[in-house]
């Protein structure tokens, strides 16, 4: 499976949209960008996952590039309870979930 | 629906002893998977079963580890015997293997296991 690379943090002001960027410049074409959060002391929560048209669901929206090598992960209003570790992974053949580090975003009231 | 279950929540052993960690997956659901999270190496995949078979067994850190699915809603991993470094949260998730990739998985809140 493709490898993904994300910024390492970022701050969100409460109310604002949170963008949360994800490089996968090696994506195949059948593997699925998928993307979880994790709030401290929980399990990963699923949000959402596509594979090449825009997603949006009650929780977030997709944002794939034509070319598949980037996506970006948009929680339309930031609330206090939206602050965890977001990941981008990329998902194919490999019956798993390769989790990085992450990106850990911070929403500021 | 009650998600994926684990337990216990947290386990406090000591060095030598076995331990026993339970998951019950999602109803309907027929891949599971066990995953352990620390500090230095992040969310590590250990083993993950399709309809209670083992398919991946290739992260299980070594022979005191193991792993077992007896039925579709139940599934133990086991380690004997502890060592300290063992201590980090477990965690089971499970999902559809209908489309493997496509389907998300669904994690269980844990089970912290501290080994002194």
């Known amino acids: 499976d493709a490898k993904t690379t994300q910024p390492t943090s970022m701050d969100c002001a409460e109310g604002r949209a949170a963008n949360l960027p994800c490089n996968h410049s090696t994506i195949s074409g059948n593997e699925y960008v998928y993307w979880y959060r994790q709030i401290h002391s929980q399990g990963p929560q699923y949000i959402i996952h596509g594979l090449k048209n825009n997603e949006t669901n009650e929780m977030a929206s997709l944002i794939i590039t034509e070319d598949r090598k980037s996506s970006t992960l948009i929680l339309p209003h930031a609330t206090l309870r939206d602050t965890a570790v977001y990941y981008c992974i990329s998902r194919g053949e490999a019956n798993n979930l390769f989790f990085g580090t992450g990106t850990r975003l911070t929403v500021i009231p | 629906d009650a998600g994926v279950i684990q337990s216990p929540r947290h386990e406090v052993t000591e060095m030598g002893q076995e331990v026993t960690l339970r998951c019950k997956p999602i109803s309907g659901h027929n891949s599971l998977f066990w995953y352990r999270q620390t500090m230095m190496r992040g969310l590590e995949l250990l083993i993950y079963f399709n309809n209670n078979v083992p398919i991946d067994d290739s992260g299980m850190p070594e022979d005191r580890f193991s792993a077992k699915m007896p039925n579709a809603s139940f599934s133990t991993l086991k380690i004997q015997p502890s060592e300290p470094r063992d201590s980090a949260v477990y965690f089971c998730?499970?999902?559809?293997?209908?489309?493997?990739?496509?389907?998300?998985?669904?994690f269980g809140n844990g089970t912290r296991l501290t080994v002194t």
């Open positions: 998730a499970s999902s559809l293997a209908g489309s493997l990739y496509n389907s998300p998985l669904h």
